[in-house]
C-alpha cells in the first residue's frame, strides 16, 4: 500500500473546503460565522462554460449568484437588437448577489469570453440555508449595505473630480 | 364533510359534555362494576372479623376455610374488577381524546383566514397534540375515579360507624383537620415556587448576558464583577429552594402525620374498650384494617382533584383559543352546490382589517361570462385583496359582490367550490405523489357535489394536457426519467430503453458529450459510487447488496486481498466526519442531503459514530463502526460529494480492484453479478442513466434540459412518453413539497386548477416563480384556449402579459382608479401610463 494514502491532508484538498476559502473572501459572506459559511460552501456548484457560452442572460430569472473562478466573462446589455459590451469579469469577481434576495429578471446577459469556472449559489439553497441561521441576516444586510455605500460614494467622487454632473445618482437613498 | 350545522360549535361544549357524550353502555357497565367493586372492598375486612371473632377464637376450622375462601373470592373479585375498570377507562378515556382531536381539528380548518393570521402553527400543533390528552385522560377517569373512591369511603367509613359508632367519629376526626390544614400549606408552596420559576429566570438571564458579553469580560477583566451580580442571584435561589422544599415537605409530612394519628386514637381509645370487654378483638383489628385502608382513596380523590384543575384549565385555554365561528357554510343544506353563471358584479365593494385599515374602497366593476381582466396597480394598492374577497378567504364588509346574480357572502363554501378556481401567489403542495396533487382540487369537488352530479374523474389525457398548459410536463417527465425500473416488472420497457440507449449514444454522443460520464470500464467514475467503480455491475441478491455488501465476508475478504479495506475505512470515516460537521446540526430537508452520501436518518448513527473517532484511533475503532464507516465509503461519489476528495493513489487502487473482482467474482460466485454491458439493462440506475449509458456530470439545470431534451426527442418517437410520464407522476413531492423548486411547485398549483377547469379562474400572480418562456405559454393559453369558457380575473405582477386582456383594471389605494382596454388607458396617459411608462 502506498503509505500517502494514509495522510489526512489528501482528502482536504477537497472541493467544498476550497469554496470555503473562496466565499470567506466574497465580501457578502466574510463575517458569517463558520456554520454558516459551511453549509453555503457545501450547497454552492461548481459550474464550466464553454467560450461563448451564457452565464446570465438578460429577461432570465435564473435566481443565482456567480463566483467566477477562472476564466473571463463579458457583460453585455441589449437593447432593441443592439448589443452594447459594458465591462470583464475575471477570477474572484462576485455576480448577482441581489438575485439571491429577490426573483428579478436579469438587466444584462453574462457571456463567458474564454473558457470559464464559476461556482454557483442558488437562491432557494441560499435562503434555506438562511433559515438556520437567522442571526446571519443582519450581517449580510449589513454588508449590502456597506457595498451599496461605498459603490456611490465612489461613483460621487469620480463624478465630482471630472466635474460631471449627472441625475441618475441616489441609489444609496433607495 | 356532511355534517349536522345544528349543533353547537365545538369550542362552546364543556369538558364533562364529553362524559356524556362517550359510550353510555361503557358508563353503565362501568358503574356496576364500581359498585361490585366496592362491595368486594369491604368483604375481606368483615371477613377478617369473622375470622378471628369466630373462627380462631372458637377454633373452628370448617368456618376458618369457608371465611378464608369468601376472603379470597373478594380479593380476587376486586382485583379483577380493578383492572377492569382501568380497561374501560382506557376505551373512554382514549375515544373522547380521539373525538376531540377530530372535533377541534375540523373546526379549525373552517376558521376563516383572518384567524390563522394571528396564529403560530405551533400553537395549533401542540393544543392538538398535547394539551388536549389531559382533558382525555380526564373524561376517562371522570366517573369512575371519583365514584369508585367516594363510595369506597362511604363503605369503609359506614363500616366503621357500624362496628363502633364512638370509635369511628374519633378516628374520622382527622380529616376535617387535614382539609383545613392542606390546602393553607399549599398555597405557601404555589407562592415560594412562583418565586423559585422568576429567579431562576433571572438567572438564566444573568448567564445568558455573560456569554453573548464574554468578550468585553474578558477585554476589561472584569471576572469578579460579574461572578459578584452572579453570585447574589445563586444566593437567593438557594434561600428560595430551601424554602420552597421545607413547604414541600411539609404538606406530606403533615398528611402522613395526621393520617398516622389515626391508628394511635383507634388504639388507645379501642384497646381500652377492648380491655374493658366492650369492643371484641376481632372487630378492633377490622377496625384498624378499614381505618387504613381509608387513606388511598382519600388520596385517590385529592389527585383526581388536582387533575380535574390541570384538565379545566388546558382544555379551557384550548378551546377559547379556537372559539371563533367559520365565516360561512361549508355545503348547502336542503340543495346542491349551484351551478353558478360565471359573470361577476361588483359594486361599492369595501373591506376593512380588524384595525380599520381600508384595504378596498367602494371598488366596482362588471365582468361578463367568459371574458379575461387584468388588475394591476402599486404595491398595497388592494389587488389581492379583491381577489381573496372574491374568492371568499376574506368576508368584506360593506357594498355587493355577486356571482351569477348571488351575493358572494351567502354562498356556501361548496357554492364557490364547485365553480371557482384559484391559483394562489404561493401556493402550497401537500405531501404525497405529483398525481395526487394534480387531482388535489379535482377531488375536492367530489367531496361536497353530490355523488351522482360528481364530476368525473379526469382521465390519463386530462391530466396529461394540464401537465402541458402548466409546462411542468417536462418536469414530471424528469421525475420519471430518474425512477428505477424492475426488469422483471417491465420486461417490454427496458428492452425498449436499451434500443433508445443506442439510439441516443449514435444521434446525441457527440453533442451532449463533455456533460455525460459514459460507463467506461477502463475509467474511474467519478459521478458513481466507489462501490459501483469496484464492483461496475449489479445484483439482485440481497446478501451483495446495498448496506449488506459491507458486511459480507465473501466482498470483505475481497477488499482486504485488494488492499482496499483499510484505505477505504479511512475513506469513510473522513466522508463521515465532514458530513457530520457540515449537515449534522440541520434539519432534514431533502435540499441539504442532495449532495450527502449520508441520509437524514444515518446521522443517528454517524453523529456518534464520528464522537467515538475523536477519542480512539480509527484503528481502535469497533468491527461494527468499521462496518459503517466502509458502507459511508462505499456510496461516496466524488463527483457529487464534494466534502471529501478521493485520493488519486485510492483511485488507481480500486481501478485496479474492479479487474480483480470481476475476475474472483466470475469464478466464485458466477451468477450473481450482472457486469454493465451496453446490450444489458441496469436496473440499479435510473432510466435516464440507463438511456445516456452513463451519469450526468452536472445538475445545473442548463445542463439537465439539454439531456432531457435529446432524451425526449428519443421517447417519443418510440412512443415511450406517456410510459414515462405515468412513472413520473408518481414522483414523491416531500413534505411541504420540498423536493420540487419554487417553479415546479407553482406550476403543478397552475396545473391542478386547469384540470378542474372552473368557470372562473382566480390567478393571484399566479406565474410569479416562473421564467418568461412559460410565463408567456401560460399567457398565450388563457387567451386563446380559456377566453370564452372560463372567466378569469388575474391578479399581474408583471405588465407585459396584461396587452390582450379585454378589461384591464389599475388599482390605487384600494380603488379601481381606471377601467377599460389596453390601448384605451394607454391613450388616456392616465395610471396604467404612469404603471408602464413610469412617473413623467
Known amino acids: ?174 | 364533510m356532511k355534517k349536522k350545522t345544528s349543533s353547537r360549535p365545538v369550542t362552546e361544549r364543556s369538558l364533562f359534555s364529553w362524559v356524556l357524550s362517550s359510550n353510555l353502555k361503557l358508563q353503565m357497565a362501568l358503574l356496576l362494576i364500581i359498585i361490585v367493586t366496592v362491595f368486594a372492598r369491604v368483604v375481606p375486612l368483615e371477613m377478617q372479623k369473622k375470622i378471628i371473632n369466630e373462627a380462631i377464637f372458637l377454633k373452628k376450622i370448617d368456618l376458618l376455610k369457608i371465611y378464608c375462601g369468601i376472603y379470597l373470592a373478594a380479593v380476587l373479585i376486586s382485583t379483577i374488577f380493578k383492572y377492569l375498570t382501568n380497561v374501560i377507562q382506557t376505551l373512554l378515556g382514549q375515544q373522547a381524546l380521539a373525538d376531540m382531536r377530530r372535533a377541534v381539528y375540523h373546526h379549525i380548518l373552517t376558521l376563516p383566514i383572518n384567524f390563522y393570521r394571528k396564529t403560530q402553527p405551533g400553537m395549533v400543533v401542540s393544543a392538538l397534540v398535547t394539551e388536549l390528552a389531559a382533558a382525555g385522560d380526564f373524561v376517562g377517569m371522570a366517573i369512575a375515579i371519583p365514584v369508585t373512591n367516594i363510595l369506597t369511603l362511604l363503605a369503609f367509613g359506614g363500616y366503621l360507624f357500624w362496628l363502633h359508632p364512638v370509635l369511628a367519629a374519633v378516628s374520622l376526626s382527622i380529616y376535617p383537620i387535614v382539609l383545613i390544614l392542606i390546602p393553607r400549606l399549599q398555597s405557601r408552596v404555589n407562592q415560594a415556587n412562583k418565586k423559585r420559576v422568576d429567579i431562576t429566570r433571572e438567572l438564566s438571564d444573568k448567564i445568558g448576558e455573560s456569554v453573548s458579553g464574554i468578550h468585553e469580560i474578558h477585554t476589561n477583566g472584569t471576572y469578579a464583577i460579574e461572578n459578584r451580580k452572579y453570585d447574589a442571584i445563586v444566593e437567593r435561589l438557594r434561600k428560595i429552594r430551601v424554602t420552597w422544599n421545607l413547604y414541600r415537605f411539609g404538606v406530606k409530612t403533615t398528611n402522613n402525620f395526621l393520617n398516622s394519628l389515626s391508628p394511635f386514637l383507634i388504639f388507645i381509645i379501642g384497646g381500652f374498650l377492648a380491655i374493658s370487654g366492650e369492643l371484641a378483638l376481632g372487630a378492633l383489628v377490622a377496625f384498624l384494617s378499614a381505618q387504613e385502608k381509608l387513606y388511598d382513596p382519600w388520596k385517590e380523590i385529592l389527585d383526581f382533584y388536582q387533575s380535574y384543575q390541570d384538565a379545566t384549565v388546558s382544555y379551557k385555554r384550548v378551546m377559547d383559543y379556537f372559539n371563533a365561528a367559520p365565516e360561512h357554510l361549508l355545503a348547502p343544506e336542503g340543495r346542491p352546490p349551484y351551478d353558478l353563471d360565471a359573470d361577476i358584479e361588483v359594486k361599492d365593494l369595501s373591506f376593512y382589517t380588524e384595525s380599520g385599515i381600508r384595504l378596498l374602497d367602494q371598488v366596482s366593476f362588471s365582468l361578463p361570462a367568459g371574458k379575461h381582466m387584468a388588475v394591476v396597480g402599486f404595491s398595497g394598492s388592494g389587488k389581492s385583496t379583491l381577489a381573496l374577497c372574491l374568492n371568499q378567504l376574506y368576508r368584506y364588509q360593506s357594498g355587493q359582490a355577486m356571482i351569477g346574480h348571488r351575493e358572494i357572502s351567502t354562498l356556501t363554501k361548496a357554492d364557490i367550490i364547485r365553480n371557482m378556481g384559484t391559483v394562489s401567489q404561493s401556493p402550497f403542495i401537500f405531501e404525497g405523489t405529483i398525481e395526487e396533487n394534480l387531482l388535489y382540487s379535482c377531488l375536492a369537488l367530489e367531496t361536497f357535489v353530490d355523488s351522482e352530479a360528481a364530476a368525473a374523474r379526469p382521465s390519463l389525457d386530462d391530466m396529461i394536457a394540464a401537465l402541458q398548459q402548466s409546462g411542468i410536463f417536462v418536469d414530471v417527465l424528469r421525475f420519471g426519467l430518474d425512477r428505477h425500473l424492475r426488469h422483471e416488472d417491465h420486461p417490454d420497457l427496458t428492452e425498449r430503453i436499451i434500443r433508445i440507449r443506442g439510439a441516443f449514444k449514435s444521434e446525441f454522443g457527440e453533442t451532449v458529450h463533455d456533460l455525460i460520464e459514459f460507463f467506461d470500464d477502463g475509467a474511474y467514475l467519478y459521478h458513481s459510487t466507489v462501490l459501483d467503480n469496484i464492483v461496475f455491475g449489479t445484483t439482485d441478491h440481497p446478501e451483495f447488496s446495498g448496506s449488506n455488501l459491507s458486511r459480507n465476508a465473501y466482498f470483505r475478504d475481497y477488499l482486504e486481498t485488494a488492499g482496499l479495506m483499510r484505505p477505504l475505512v479511512r475513506l469513510g470515516a473522513e466522508v463521515a466526519r465532514q458530513t457530520v460537521d457540515i449537515l449534522g446540526d440541520l434539519p432534514h430537508e431533502a435540499i441539504f442531503f442532495e449532495q450527502s452520501p449520508l441520509k437524514p436518518d444515518d446521522l443517528e448513527i454517524y453523529i456518534p459514530l464520528t464522537e467515538r473517532l475523536k477519542k480512539q484511533p480509527l484503528e481502535d475503532a469497533s468491527d461494527e463502526d468499521r462496518e459503517r464507516l466502509l458502507d459511508a465509503a462505499l456510496r461516496f461519489s466524488p463527483g457529487r460529494h464534494k466534502m471529501v476528495a478521493l485520493p488519486a493513489p485510492l483511485e488507481s487502487l480500486i481501478l485496479e480492484g474492479r479487474i480483480l473482482f470481476r475476475k474472483s467474482v466470475s469464478q466464485d460466485h458466477p451468477d450473481v453479478f450482472s457486469f454493465y454491458n451496453a446490450g444489458r439493462y441496469i436496473p440499479s440506475e435510473t432510466i435516464l442513466n440507463n438511456i445516456l449509458f452513463g451519469k450526468m456530470k452536472s445538475r445545473h439545470p442548463k445542463a439537465q434540459e439539454k439531456i432531457s431534451q435529446s432524451a425526449i426527442q428519443l421517447l417519443i418517437r418510440d412512443d415511450l412518453l406517456e410510459t414515462i410520464l405515468k412513472l413520473g407522476m408518481q414522483f414523491e413531492v416531500g413534505a411541504n413539497g420540498d423536493r420540487l423548486s419554487g417553479g415546479q411547485r407553482q406550476k403543478l398549483a397552475i396545473a391542478r386548477i386547469f384540470l378542474k377547469a372552473p368557470k372562473i379562474l382566480i390567478m393571484d400572480e399566479a406565474t410569479s416563480a416562473l421564467d418568461n418562456k412559460s410565463q408567456a405559454r401560460i399567457q398565450n393559453l388563457l387567451e386563446n384556449h380559456w377566453r370564452g369558457r372560463s372567466t378569469v380575473i388575474s391578479i399581474a405582477h408583471r405588465l407585459d402579459i396584461i396587452k390582450n386582456y379585454d378589461y384591464i383594471a389599475v388599482m390605487k389605494s384600494g380603488k379601481i382608479g381606471e377601467l377599460g382596454g389596453y390601448d384605451e388607458l394607454i391613450e388616456k396617459k392616465g395610471l396604467l401610463y404612469e404603471l408602464v411608462h413610469g412617473k413623467s
Open chain 1, 1 to 174: 500500500m502506498n503509505s500517502s494514502m494514509e495522510n489526512p491532508e489528501l482528502f482536504h484538498a477537497c472541493e467544498y473546503k476550497q469554496n470555503l476559502e473562496l466565499l470567506r473572501q466574497v465580501y457578502l459572506f466574510a463575517k458569517l460565522p463558520m456554520e454558516a459559511l459551511k453549509v453555503l460552501a457545501f450547497l454552492c456548484s461548481k459550474e464550466t462554460y464553454r467560450a461563448g457560452d451564457f452565464l446570465l442572460r438578460q429577461g432570465e430569472a435564473d435566481g443565482q449568484a456567480l463566483l467566477l473562478l477562472s476564466g473571463t466573462a463579458r457583460l453585455v446589455r441589449e437593447n432593441g437588437g443592439n448589443e452594447r459590451s459594458l465591462r470583464n469579469y475575471g477570477a474572484h469577481d462576485f455576480i448577482g448577489a441581489m438575485s439571491l434576495f429577490g426573483k428579478r429578471n436579469r438587466l444584462y446577459s453574462l457571456i463567458a469570453a474564454t473558457d470559464t469556472t464559476c461556482l454557483v449559489l442558488e437562491r432557494e439553497k441560499f435562503f434555506k440555508a438562511l433559515a438556520q441561521f437567522p442571526a446571519v441576516v443582519p450581517l449580510i444586510v449589513q454588508a449590502i449595505t456597506e457595498r451599496i455605500h461605498a459603490w456611490e460614494e465612489k461613483l460621487l467622487a469620480r463624478q465630482e473630480d471630472h466635474r460631471e454632473h449627472q441625475d441618475i445618482v441616489g441609489i444609496s437613498l433607495i
